[in-house]
């Protein structure tokens, strides 16, 4: 049996599909849905084989090739990887009317027998109660990851190596929020890695507390080894996709020993590791922060993965996987 991954993000900023094929590496190949006509002209010749779908952007692919599955009596087994939710709450009419038309696909592809996975508790339960559909969590843990294989070496020190990774726009790098971190760590700046997004603003001119150091690739994060705390805080209510969230970098972080400043926002977040706060840390003075240590968070972070992975190679071989794996 082969795996075959539909995906529109290039393999190398694509660090959950990185992860999933990690546990099946000699199975699994990647698609990129570059031209719909010619990926589904790529996956109309297979027979009894697994496709997993990637986000929003493979749905109408998805719809198509589940109708030539059955009129053709395939047999292909197909498995949606709902990455975020559809949200109404964007501006401007052409955002309406794309978010109408993906949630449209969505309720109707949901309609189809097939297993659907997602990358939290909280989007899984939402899901459930959008679509009446359970949905299988299987977190976005690092390629490389191994259980107890941490590095603590920067947790002590007084000042802390904070840097941010991942998207960068004005959402994720709340400028004054960022400024009040690196003042409560005696004024050291906070490096940035990763690219800014093209439909954002934002800018590092004339910010001199934060570092630029380019975009990064999720198959080598090596440069954490610089760094003991990541950053990862708003000044805003965001939407359900951010509150629910349990990004890859949380994850990536924490493999490196990194100790995590976040948002009480984020909730997911902040309640799975709810047991690695520290209290009384040099942060305090910020509202609706915590600090979580990585060295209290080690053991959950194996049940996790061990979890993860099981609910992975159960939905892949078609057993019964938990709705949940908190």
């Known amino acids: ?28 190949h990647v ?11 790529y996956l109309s010749v297979l027979r009894g084989e697994t496709i997993i779908f990637h ?15 059955f009129i053709n009596k395939r047999e292909n087994r197909v498995i949606y990887d709902m990455h975020d939710l559809v949200i109404f709450d964007y501006s401007g009419l052409f955002r309406r009317v794309r978010a109408c038309l993906i949630y ?18 909280g989007l899984a339960k939402t899901i459930k109660k959008r679509y009446g559909r359970d949905a299988c969590v299987v977190y976005n843990f690092p390629s490389d990851y191994k259980e107890n294989n941490f590095s603590l070496d920067f947790t002590c020190s007084e000042n802390k190596q904070i840097c941010y990774f991942g998207i960068i726009d004005e959402k994720r790098i709340p400028v004054k929020l960022f400024k009040e971190v690196s003042e409560l760590n005696g004024g050291d700046n906070i490096d940035v890695y990763g690219y800014i997004s093209p439909v954002s603003n934002f800018s590092f001119s004339g910010v001199e507390f934060l570092n630029y150091k380019g975009e990064f690739k999720p198959n080598n994060m090596s440069f954490l080894n610089n760094y003991n705390v990541l950053v990862f805080v708003t000044d805003q209510e965001l939407n359900l996709n951010y509150k629910y969230c349990m990004p890859n970098k949380i994850f990536q972080a924490l ?8 948002s009480d926002f984020f909730e997911e977040i902040v309640e799975t590791f709810s047991e690695a706060k520290e209290e009384n840390n040099m942060f305090d003075s910020i509202n609706g922060v915590k600090y979580l240590r990585a060295d209290k968070m080690s053991k959950k972070l194996d049940q996790l993965f061990i979890q993860s992975k099981s609910n992975f190679i159960s939905v892949i071989l078609g057993e019964n996987a938990n709705a949940t794996t908190g």
């Not at 993000?9 to 000699?26: A, G, H, M, Y």
């Open 55 to 69: 986000q929003q952007a493979s749905l109408v692919c998805m719809l198509l090739f589940i109708f030539f599955n």
């Open 31 to 41: 698609i990129e849905l570059r031209s719909l006509r010619g990926t589904l002209k």
């Open 1 to 28: 049996m082969a795996i075959y991954h539909v995906t529109k993000v290039p393999l190398e900023k694509s660090s959950r599909v990185l992860s999933q094929l990690n546990i099946f590496p000699d199975n699994s």
């Open 255 to 262: 493999t490196y020993g990194m100790d995590i400043l976040v």
């Open 104 to 121: 449209v696909l969505e309720f109707i592809v949901t309609k189809f027998d097939f297993k659907i996975i997602t990358v939290s508790n």
